[in-house]
């Protein structure tokens, strides 16, 4: 009976093995990565189990369950020259730099096992490196229904002070508009600095454009991180602003399966011509996320809380959940998919409507991403938003299409 039991173990395992290769060489790592993980419970010291493991788990993103497997497979073989390139690349993805540089050190002392297509891998690695400087852009072409959900405030009210207010909240024509974002980053051991310039254009002349410039300077300190930035803020036909902003965020993985992410987020506005606008603003977030193989689900718990002088409008606090879905289709599609809800409370009462403020927003988004390469990619981005208040001239809803292209240098 034993060793009926032994053959049928060895079927098996035979079995699974042929269907983690066969599923590897067609390129399905969700499966892959499952029935490999699966088969390493049972014997996980064969050298070609834990490589498609890996590079299986770096396909999904898997960060940590791929360096174990590659340091597997490097205690089986040390001379395994593809583990050793995908593992380079996994240290220089997470900026762990001193194991990078051992790294690119034993590949150049063994150039002569490599092939001509992983020379040039390590010299791209190599090159990328020494520039530490990586560019995107990206143009895209939106509808919006309600081109004025973010600016519809402009009628009359007076506060107890007896100062004008304006709001808007008319139902403009709908409108497309180009909206064109460039960002360059540059990172090396000791921190990380970033450049961003987003515009956005309306093909009707009655709405207003925008354009923002943002500079931003950071430091990872191993599960923490670390980011001032410097926003500049130009709103045609309206108002100027700049924002000085301070960002404070850990992130740990707690198991296969949980991370935790919190953060906390302080900027301080600043309106040219508008004082009494100028604002403070806290911003807290403690977000849960769940991997489970291709699926990541993420569940966040957000508060927001804004002061300024101008308090009926902007002295506030904010609550807020959001559900995020996110999964990889294939090695070329992607989609994500969130939900978000948020009460937002008025601590003063406005005297023109002898109550305070309450709003209630609601916003889905949706998008498919298309990967062509490395280089490129095409996204399909639905968004719906809406916000209601018991100060009725608040309510506004907006409904965006946008077709955007990418591409990273």
């Known amino acids: ?45 064969d050298e070609n189990l834990n490589l498609v493991l890996a590079i299986s788990a770096d396909k ?3 960060d940590d369950e791929a360096l174990a497997a590659f340091n597997r497979v ?18 220089f993805k997470n900026q762990n730099y001193e194991f990078l540089y051992d790294e690119i050190e034993y590949l150049k002392a063994n150039l002569n096992n490599l092939n001509q297509e992983q020379k040039q891998q390590l010299q791209n690695m190599i090159n990328k490196l020494n520039s530490n400087f990586s560019l995107a852009f990206s143009t895209s072409i939106t509808y919006e229904n309600n081109p004025l959900f973010s600016n519809d405030k402009t009628i009359t009210i007076y506060n107890e002070k007896k100062e004008a207010q304006q709001f808007k909240n008319t139902k403009e024509n709908g409108s497309f508009s180009n909206i064109t974002k460039l960002n360059l980053e540059y990172e090396n051991e000791y921190f990380i600095s970033d450049f961003s310039v987003n515009n ?9 454009n925008t354009s923002t410039f943002n500079f931003g300077i950071g430091k990872n300190i191993q599960d923490f991180s670390f980011r ?21 965020m850990y992130y740990k993985n707690l198991s296969d399966l949980y991370s935790l992410l919190l953060s906390y987020d302080f900027a301080k506005g600043y309106f040219f011509g508008l004082k009494d606008e100028n604002y403070n603003e806290h911003n807290f977030v403690i977000a849960n996320i769940l991997s489970l193989n291709e699926h990541t689900y993420y569940f966040n718990l957000l508060f927001d809380t804004q002061k300024a002088k101008d308090s009926i409008n902007s002295n506030y606090n904010k609550y807020s959940f959001e559900f995020i879905y996110s999964r990889i289709l294939s090695n070329n599609f992607d989609f994500n998919a969130s939900a978000l809800i948020s009460k937002v409370i008025y601590k003063d009462e406005n005297l023109s409507f002898l109550s305070k403020r309450k ?13 062509i390469n490395k280089e490129h990619s095409l996204e399909l981005n639905v968004n719906y938003q809406t916000q209601s208040s018991n100060q009725n001239i608040f309510d506004s809803n907006n409904l965006l299409s946008s077709l955007i292209y990418k591409y990273k240098f």
Do not use: W
């Not at 001032?228 to 404070?248: M, R, V």
């Not at 709003?359 to 990967?371: E, H």
């Open 200 to 208: 956005k254009v309306y093909f009707k002349k009655a709405y207003p």
């Open 60 to 62: 999904l993103n898997k």
């Open 228 to 248: 001032l930035a410097y926003e500049y803020n130009f709103l045609q036909s309206s108002s100027l602003y700049q924002d000085f902003d301070l960002n404070i």
């Open 359 to 371: 709003d209630t927003i609601f916003q889905v988004d949706s998008s498919l991403i298309y990967k």
């Open 74 to 91: 490097l205690i089986l073989n040390e001379d395994n020259i593809k583990a050793r390139l995908y593992l380079a690349n996994l240290y």
């Open 1 to 45: 009976m034993k060793k009926i039991l032994i053959l049928l173990n060895a079927v098996v395992l035979f079995a699974a093995s042929l269907s983690f290769n066969d599923e590897f060489e067609k390129g399905n790592y969700e499966q892959s990565f499952h029935l490999a993980k699966e088969l390493c419970k049972i014997n996980c010291n």
